[in-house]
């Protein structure tokens, strides 16, 4: 039993979060899982609709709720508002809102989609990383912030702040995560600019004392984003800040072929989660049928799993994606124009994981 609050947000996110509630409800009835779903705003569609990107009522509903499934906000019609009016900060908002204070995001290779990685295939195939990421914290949140001064003079300015119980926090996440991983934790930091990360370089330290089944790494940022893409497969975990986390994962993304491809989980210390893709809302494909929807489906499995401990069910949605793939199904931004591909829009890339699912 439980409930999900569908957000489906701006952009391609109504598209795709068609398609995934569509095998959330497959799933449901074939598992016997006893779930709910109700409909509710964010971002721009939250915007054109209240004036708030994030109405009181939604955040009201999302916080009762077991977990939330959220398509993706954001496009240049609103780019004109506000920083604090923008559909983004909707999004920040409901992170802050429920307390989603972890943030997962694997970057998984499927073999089928080994050429159509940027990278050669030998140094990508088999990639199998998690970035775990704090969410709620560090320089999106932190304050003083702000823009001062006279025209022509002005200052911008913003505040990279954690605590110490902050780190502790995500690093336990994350120190979990490598034990029931490859038992390998890379910590990424600035320890030798920023004073924030030398905290935060001492208490990943300390914590590892607790988990002497888990190897513990450090690596500066700038030295991360080369080894992402210079050898990836070094990585099993990865655990760093929110800024860091928001480029790294994305630069993960995209050694899979397509950010279209992966999913995301944000958690909170109750396991109350929200799901969505890496991906942004695409505006440019809106409404034309072209979007990829895996990587939102992938979500359910994610919540599946996290949330509602349906491992089962996880499982076989996991189990779909892979097979579809294996029968030659694309969406065209994972397609590499081999001969035995079947170039398919997001619709019917729904049809072929639910087809898959029921025949299971």
Known sequence: ???????????????????????????????????THSE???????????????????????????AV????????AWDGLPMSQRPEKGLLRIRAGMELFANFRPAILYPELAHA????????SGLDILIVRELIGGIYFGEPRGIEGAPGQRVG???????????????RIAFDAARARGGRLCSVDKANVLEV?????????????????????????????????????????VVTGNLFGDILSDAAAMLTGSIGMLPSASLNSAKQGLYEPC???APDIAGTDTANPLATILSVAMMLMHTFNHREAATAIETA??????????????ATAAVDERIVGCQAMGDAVVTSLEGQ
């Open 157 to 171: 300015f913003n505040t990279d702040r954690y605590s110490e119980p902050e780190i502790e926090r995500i690093g």
């Open 279 to 281: 991906h942004g809302s």
């Open 69 to 76: 499934l959220l398509g993706a906000v954001g496009g240049p």
């Open 40 to 66: 509710a705003l964010i971002g721009g569609a939250a915007i054109d609709a209240t004036g708030d990107p994030l109405p009181e009522t939604t955040l009201t509903q999302a916080k009762a709720a077991d």
């Open 197 to 237: 990360t030398v905290l935060w370089r001492e208490v990943m330290t300390r914590l590892a004392a607790d988990y002497p089944d888990v190897t513990l790494s450090h690596m500066y940022v700038d030295n991360a984003a080369m080894q992402l893409v210079r050898a990836p497969k070094q990585f099993d975990v």
């Open 321 to 334: 994606v892979q097979h579809v793939l294996a029968t030659g199904f694309r969406t065209r931004d994972i």
């Open 117 to 124: 990685s940027t990278l050669k295939p030998e140094v990508v």
């Open 1 to 35: 039993m439980g409930h999900i609050v569908v957000l489906p947000g701006d952009g391609i996110g109504p598209e795709i979060v068609a398609q995934a509630v569509r095998v959330l409800d497959v799933v449901n009835a074939r598992f016997g899982l006893g779930l």
